[in-house]
Structure formats: structure tokens, C-alpha cells
């Protein structure tokens, strides 16, 4: 015999799916400001690093191997 009857434990396993569901939601949600963070100082580096090698001196080949 069951812990619960077959009707009245339909109510709690939908309950944990939404449970469940909305865990994965806010997961994604959150990964996704991440990297759209990520992505934002990426650009922002991207910008700034070309400036910085012009004042840098020359590399020389043998320096660069």
C-alpha cells in the first residue's frame, strides 16, 4: 500500500516538477547574466587592448620566439 493514495499524491508530484522547473528557470536565467556580463567586459577589453600595444615598445623575432 502507498504512502498516499494514487489521487491525492498526483497534487505533490506536480508540485515538485514546478519545484524543479522553476530551480532550472532561475539557473538559466542567472547563467545567462553571467555571461552577458562576461560578454560586456570582454568587448570592453577588446577596446582597451589595441590601445596598449601601440604604447608598447617593439618585440624583437628573437624576443617573440
Given at each position: 500500500?502507498?504512502?498516499?493514495?494514487?489521487?491525492?499524491?498526483?497534487?505533490?508530484?506536480?508540485?515538485?516538477?514546478?519545484?524543479?522547473?522553476?530551480?532550472?528557470l532561475?539557473?538559466?536565467?542567472?547563467?545567462g547574466?553571467?555571461?552577458?556580463?562576461?560578454?560586456?567586459?570582454?568587448?570592453?577589453?577588446?577596446?582597451?587592448?589595441?590601445?596598449?600595444r601601440?604604447?608598447?615598445?617593439?618585440?624583437?623575432?628573437?624576443?617573440?620566439?
Open positions: 500500500m502507498p504512502a498516499l493514495p494514487l489521487d491525492e499524491a498526483g497534487k505533490y508530484v506536480a508540485a515538485a516538477y514546478l519545484v524543479f522547473l522553476a530551480l532550472v532561475a539557473y538559466v536565467i542567472i547563467m547574466v553571467r555571461l552577458g556580463r562576461i560578454e560586456r567586459e570582454l568587448a570592453e577589453l577588446d577596446e582597451i587592448t589595441p590601445e596598449r601601440e604604447d608598447l615598445p617593439p618585440v624583437r623575432e628573437e624576443a617573440a620566439r
